[in-house]
């Protein structure tokens, strides 16, 4: 299965070469022609934004000026009606969610979630720029956030991708680590960084994800743009070739599992997908995308797949 993977890459430590890889695959789904979110979700998403908010000037009333630009406090200073003028924008802000905690350093069979989860926020990175977008990232650990404020053009990616493979190999060698907390912070995090109008990609595995956390994510939503992409590995759903008796443990508690059982596994898969289903009512709910992606399989073979 080595040869799955992507170039540089063991699926279990990042490094830069690994992650600059995915900056020669982006053209591949620039839009209009094809859209990396239009391909996995089966529709066209537009790149004009609209009107901008940022402000131009002022200047006085002419026949076809929309009325709800006017600006009555200088038009009742003048006597004259006036109207505000505003720069059409272009340049959307994309703000990345990365979970890099405890439980997402796990993989049975090609590569860690933690990796997958690299690689994709590489690949959206570089994919932005190339739009002309600004790309900023909050990198949660589980016990620290990093944040990254959006900048243009290859700064974004490349201070993304060397926060990733810095935090990443610095919590996979570490001695010990405290339990990881739920992902309230990133999201109050998350609701601070993004300007309004910006589009949120949310990737993790949302084993943290509580209830407490849905009405942050729908205030994040009644500004942005928000996406989730749910990282799984095929072990969480019951999935493995092993039928022996083993110690399991997700960071929080430990217990003994029989993967010879078929009853076992089917209640493993039962509760895999129960949780998949809360998701996706979730995404729905609050007008969210969603999108699956799955550690046996590298991240291109996924995506370009999509279309057969």
Same mark, same amino acid.
């Given at each position: ?29 620039l839009p209009p022609a094809r859209s ?159 300007? &309004? ?8 595995? $949302?084993?943290?994800? %509580?209830? !407490?956390?849905? #009405? @942050? ?62 998701? &996706? ?8 995308? $969603?999108?699956?992606? %799955?550690? !046996?399989?590298? #991240? @291109? ?8």
């Open positions: 299965m080595d040869q799955q993977l992507s170039p540089y890459s063991d699926g279990v430590n990042l490094c830069l070469d690994e992650l600059l890889y995915f900056k020669q695959h982006a053209i591949h789904w990396l979110w239009s391909q996995v979700l089966g529709h066209h998403q537009s790149r004009q934004l609209g009107r901008g908010m940022d402000f131009a000037e002022v200047r006085q009333y002419q026949a076809g000026d929309d009325i709800r630009s006017i600006d009555w406090r200088v038009t009742a200073r003048t006597g004259k009606p006036h109207t505000k003028l505003f720069t059409e924008e272009r340049e959307k802000p994309i703000v990345l969610y990365v979970d890099l905690s405890a439980s997402m350093r796990f993989g049975s069979q090609l590569m860690f979630k933690s990796v997958l989860t690299a690689q994709m926020a590489s690949l959206l990175a570089w994919i932005s720029v190339a739009q002309k977008d600004r790309v900023g990232a909050i990198i949660d650990t589980g016990n620290q956030l990093t944040e990254l404020k959006p900048v243009s053009r290859n700064s974004g990616p490349l201070a993304l991708i060397q926060h990733l493979v810095q935090l990443h190999q610095s919590i996979l060698h570490a001695n010990s680590e405290t339990s990881s907390k739920d992902m309230s912070e990133g999201f109050h995090a998350l609701n601070r960084l993004c300007p &309004k109008g910006s589009e949120v990609v949310i990737i993790s595995d $949302f084993l943290r994800f %509580s209830e !407490q956390n849905q #009405l @942050l994510i729908s205030r994040l939503r009644s500004h942005n743009q928000v996406r989730i992409v749910h990282i799984s590995d095929p072990l969480e759903a019951g999935i493995t070739d092993y039928r022996g008796v083993e110690q399991v443990s997700d960071k929080r508690s430990t217990m003994w599992v029989d993967f010879s059982s078929r009853k076992v596994r089917d209640q493993i898969a039962a509760a895999f997908e129960s949780k998949q289903h809360q998701l &996706k009512s979730l995404s729905h709910s609050h007008g969210l995308s $969603f999108t699956c992606l %799955s550690t !046996q399989k590298s #991240l @291109l073979q996924q995506l370009s797949g999509r279309d057969q």
